[in-house]
């Protein structure tokens, strides 16, 4: 691995029930000293940097920080910080602590650089994270998967909040276009048909969800993996039958008068209240 790489991230942050009954990502900090011992291990034998992905302690936030400190002295060159715990997923996210970050970067920023993670819906929370944390960097997740242009001016207060990059639907259709080129398979992404199929369901989240299209989803995109499988085999390609449900999303959206400037992020948003969803970017 090191001679194609420029640097090992331990993720450390993934607090899904695969992670859990692998006894990786989130559920590694279960194991301190394992952790420390790894990333000591891995800097001593290898020559690139080795930075590591955590989420904060349930225990608190001083057993974060001596936790972190420890990554610091086994050689870690970076710490990237999400805000929450490995509790706080699903119907239990809550907004991400910018103040527990702000407290590593005070306590490990002066040793290495300390990137920050939560809360980033676009550009301007991107801004407002730097301000309060003080981190050097900002790293997305979820959001950026449903809307990987997250990084640019728009839905941001200088627009109106209103979308002024690629719709989502053009964002799925070069999706399509990279898998073509870049099969996901190949790349480690896991039995192609399903990889392609979540990525979908992310991008056009909001189309799905949708009164009117509901039962397309649903016709689309069956549960179960053999209906799904077998839905493909009657097209010509299987990137044919992924072109076609765009094609059908499109037609969804022309009778439901959409435009592409009033999208908002959908699936990012998917555990949190009508409350907290309604709220500007600058209030989130």
Same mark, same amino acid.
């Given at each position: ?161 209103? =979308? ?16 073509? =080129? ?103």
């Amino acid at each position: 691995l090191e001679p194609h790489v420029d640097a090992i991230d331990l993720n450390c942050g993934c607090p899904t029930k695969v992670a859990k009954r692998g006894g990786f990502g989130a559920y590694l900090l279960e194991s301190q000293d394992y952790v420390v011992d790894m990333v000591r291990y891995l800097v001593e034998n290898t020559s690139i940097p080795v930075t590591v992905k955590v989420r904060l302690l349930p225990q608190g936030i001083d057993q974060s920080l001596e936790l972190y400190r420890k990554l610091v002295d086994a050689g870690a060159a970076l710490l990237t910080v999400h805000g929450r715990t490995r509790m706080n997923k699903g119907e239990n996210t809550t907004p991400a602590d910018w103040d527990a970050i702000r407290k590593v970067v005070e306590c490990v920023g002066d040793r290495i650089p300390v990137i920050a993670n939560g809360n980033i819906s676009n550009l301007d929370d991107v801004r407002a994270c730097l301000a309060h944390t003080g981190a050097d960097g900002v790293m997305s997740s979820e959001s950026i998967l449903e809307y990987p242009p997250l990084y640019t001016q728009t839905g941001t207060a200088a627009v109106a909040f209103k =979308r002024t990059g690629p719709g989502r639907l053009a964002i799925a259709r070069e999706y399509l276009n990279l898998c073509e =080129r870049y099969p996901p398979h190949e790349g480690g992404g896991g039995t192609r048909l399903q990889c392609i199929k979540r990525h979908l369901l992310i991008f056009c989240h909001n189309d799905w969800n949708d009164c009117g299209t509901i039962l397309l989803r649903d016709s689309l995109f069956p549960v179960r993996c053999s209906a799904f499988e077998q839905l493909v085999e009657r097209h010509a390609t299987e990137m044919d039958y992924f072109y076609q449900v765009l094609d059908q999303v499109e037609a969804a959206q022309r009778s439901n008068r959409h435009t592409e400037g009033d999208e908002r992020l959908s699936w990012y948003f998917r555990h949190q209240n009508d409350e907290e969803t309604a709220c500007t970017s600058s209030d989130c």
